[in-house]
């Protein structure tokens, strides 16, 4: 799949200093970049989804 993305300019020095730096291409970070982005947004909302929070407060005889 081809995608378009546009990153700010401070994302692209980051990125450039660690072509520079380990040698892998853009290509390679940028897969990085959305592997470990996504597996980390599933692991949050996952996270979300599954406390309820009024439980958690009451449980814990917390107040809002």
């Known amino acids: 799949m081809e995608l378009r993305l546009e990153i700010n300019s401070d994302i692209e020095s980051r990125l450039n200093r660690l072509i520079e730096r380990y040698g892998h291409d853009r ?3 940028l897969s990085e970049l959305t592997r470990t982005g996504i597996r ?7 996270a ?5 929070s009024n ?8 107040e809002d």
């Open 48 to 52: 979300e989804s599954s406390i309820d």
């Open 55 to 62: 439980d958690v407060m009451s449980r814990y005889a917390l």
């Open 40 to 46: 980390n947004l599933e692991s949050a909302y996952w």
């Open 27 to 29: 290509e390679y970070y």
